[in-house]
């Protein structure tokens, strides 16, 4: 195929066919198209869009760049949740457990982090021996062994949104809705899932950090799988500010398994919650929200959620005692405190400030070939509303590379405002968007 006249096609504001796509997507997968003709083509799709027979299309090339798993010889309903990216955005390591601990099947497939945001691969990366890179069958085992199983997409499972994921990270190509959309539809409807709950972000870290786009986000999502065939629905929630108080790779799967023993900051548990609870009713295993909710609830005060994490840890490969024993996460070598300026009130932590900061120290990608250093991030110590006095910490910089710091300071800095004004907090979860509305 010709990528030069499709880049021109697409450039000049026209629609791309069916055939179009799949030629494109298969041989950017097979390596017949370069990256800089896949990344031209990236940027004229960033500023022209794909309409939503182009986004559709686009889905299901993706999906069909690999296997199509066929999870109907496990018993229990399949469902999974993704979310469209966010700082400290880490749910999934809490709703994956918790959901299967409730009943469900959790055939998780994630991504790697994308600009400033982070990524469910990286985190998992830093458990000492956790494998996401299985083959299918022992994804499969995995799953009829603990009703969770946490991977990446491989050589089987939509491998052409592997390469174009990591293509668009560092070709600032990933705000795009057309984009967002195909790529988690197109690894979501590969797992073989029965239904699919999605958080869609919205702020300043998120991709789209307008309500208005959120909105238009959400709903092409919740259409799209909706007319694949699975049960969907989409909360819009707050990106404003990082999720929890972690931001980086090992602090936040520690904050994961704090918050599985029932202790994690309020406004990760409660998305974290209202997420798993929405995945128990379309799963079909509660008829209401709140009795979703309740057996959220039950899962992690009994300890049976943490169980079912330390189990799917050791059934990929990777050290369960971390439940327990924090120690054997990788530590940075070096903290340094970012303090308040002045007494008053905590304004604004501009999620994506900060999450360009936790990327400069090394927790994220700059370039393609990047080197991810797991221990490394930020620790909250306020939160939006909070009160502080001049010289009170704010955020702790943990850090390896001193090189580095210098920049992570600045962005953090300019990352924060504090006012005398009490500061009122938007909702956690602003709007629900099901296939009905
Ligand atoms: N999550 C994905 O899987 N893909 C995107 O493009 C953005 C968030």
């Given at each position: 195929?010709?990528?030069?006249?499709?880049?021109?096609?697409?450039?000049?504001?026209?629609?791309?066919?069916?055939?179009?796509?799949?030629?494109?997507?298969?041989?950017?997968?097979?390596?017949?198209?370069?990256?800089?003709?896949?990344?031209?083509?990236?940027?004229?799709?960033?500023?022209?869009?794909?309409?939503?027979?182009?986004?559709?299309?686009?889905?299901?090339?993706?999906?069909?760049?690999?296997?199509?798993?066929?999870?109907?010889?496990?018993?229990?309903?399949?469902?999974?949740?993704?979310?469209?990216?966010?700082?400290?955005?880490?749910?999934?390591?809490?709703?994956?457990?918790?959901?299967?601990?409730?009943?469900?099947?959790?055939?998780?497939?994630?991504?790697?982090?994308?600009?400033?945001?982070?990524?469910?691969?990286?985190?998992?990366?830093?458990?000492?021996?956790?494998?996401?890179?299985?083959?299918?069958?022992?994804?499969?085992?995995?799953?009829?062994?603990?009703?969770?199983?946490?991977?990446?997409?491989?050589?089987?499972?939509?491998?052409?949104?592997?390469?174009?994921?990591?293509?668009?990270?560092?070709?600032?190509?990933?705000?795009?809705?057309?984009?967002?959309?195909?790529?988690?539809?197109?690894?979501?409807?590969?797992?073989?899932?029965?239904?699919?709950?999605?958080?869609?972000?919205?702020?300043?870290?998120?991709?789209?950090?307008?309500?208005?786009?959120?909105?238009?986000?959400?709903?092409?999502?919740?259409?799209?799988?909706?007319?694949?065939?699975?049960?969907?629905?989409?909360?819009?929630?707050?990106?404003?500010?990082?999720?929890?108080?972690?931001?980086?790779?090992?602090?936040?799967?520690?904050?994961?398994?704090?918050?599985?023993?029932?202790?994690?900051?309020?406004?990760?548990?409660?998305?974290?919650?209202?997420?798993?609870a929405h995945?128990f009713v379309l799963?079909g295993l509660e008829a209401t929200l709140a009795g979703g909710r309740e057996r959220?609830?039950?899962?992690?005060?009994?300890?049976?959620?943490?169980?079912?994490?330390?189990?799917?840890?050791?059934?990929?490969?990777?050290?369960?005692?971390?439940?327990?024993?924090?120690?054997?996460?990788?530590?940075?070598?070096?903290?340094?405190?970012?303090?308040?300026?002045?007494?008053?009130?905590?304004?604004?932590?501009?999620?994506?400030?900060?999450?360009?900061?936790?990327?400069?120290?090394?927790?994220?990608?700059?370039?393609?070939?990047?080197?991810?250093?797991?221990?490394?991030?930020?620790?909250?110590?306020?939160?939006?509303?909070?009160?502080?006095?001049?010289?009170?910490?704010?955020?702790?910089?943990?850090?390896?590379?001193?090189?580095?710091?210098?920049?992570?300071?600045?962005?953090?800095?300019?990352?924060?405002?504090?006012?005398?004004?009490?500061?009122?907090?938007?909702?956690?979860?602003?709007?629900?968007?099901?296939?009905?509305?």
């Amino acid at each position: 195929m010709d990528a030069s006249t499709l880049i021109r096609k697409k450039r000049d504001g026209h629609p791309l066919t069916r055939q179009e796509i799949c030629d494109f997507v298969s041989n950017y997968t097979c390596g017949e198209i370069p990256d800089y003709q896949a990344s031209a083509l990236l940027m004229a799709i960033f500023f022209r869009g794909l309409d939503l027979e182009e986004t559709a299309n686009l889905t299901e090339a993706i999906m069909n760049s690999g296997r199509v798993l066929d999870l109907s010889g496990l018993s229990g309903s399949k469902v999974d949740k993704h979310s469209t990216g966010g700082v400290g955005d880490k749910t999934s390591l809490i709703v994956a457990p918790a959901a299967a601990a409730g009943g469900l099947v959790v055939p998780m497939v994630s991504g790697r982090g994308l600009g400033h945001t982070g990524g469910t691969l990286d985190k998992l990366d830093s458990i000492p021996g956790f494998n996401t890179r299985l083959a299918l069958a022992d994804f499969r085992r995995v799953l009829g062994a603990c009703g969770m199983g946490l991977i990446g997409q491989t050589d089987d499972l939509a491998p052409a949104d592997r390469k174009l994921y990591a293509l668009r990270d560092v070709t600032a190509t990933v705000e795009s809705l057309g984009l967002i959309c195909s790529s988690i539809l197109g690894k979501k409807l590969a797992e073989g899932i029965d239904a699919l709950v999605l958080d869609v972000k919205t702020g300043s870290g998120a991709f789209m950090k307008k309500m208005e786009d959120s909105r238009a986000l959400a709903r092409r999502l919740v259409d799209i799988a909706t007319a694949c065939g699975k049960r969907a629905l989409a909360l819009i929630t707050d990106m404003n500010q990082p999720l929890g108080r972690a931001a980086g790779n090992a602090l936040e799967v520690i904050e994961c398994l704090e918050a599985l023993k029932g202790r994690g900051p309020a406004d990760l548990m409660e998305v974290s919650r209202q997420l798993t609870a929405h995945m128990f009713v379309l799963g079909g295993l509660e008829a209401t929200l709140a009795g979703g909710r309740e057996r959220f609830n039950t899962v992690v005060s009994k300890g049976k959620a943490l169980e079912k994490f330390a189990q799917c840890i050791a059934e990929q490969g990777g050290d369960p005692r971390i439940a327990e024993e924090y120690s054997r996460f990788q530590a940075a070598q070096h903290a340094e405190s970012v303090v308040a300026p002045r007494d008053g009130c905590v304004a604004r932590l501009e999620a994506e400030g900060l999450g360009r900061a936790a990327v400069t120290l090394g927790a994220g990608r700059e370039r393609l070939d990047s080197m991810i250093d797991p221990a490394v991030g930020l620790t909250l110590e306020k939160k939006v509303g909070d009160r502080v006095e001049a010289g009170e910490r704010i955020c702790v910089v943990h850090y390896n590379n001193p090189a580095r710091l210098p920049r992570a300071l600045a962005l953090i800095r300019s990352a924060i405002s504090i006012t005398n004004e009490p500061v009122d907090l938007p909702p956690l979860v602003r709007e629900t968007i099901t296939s009905e509305a």
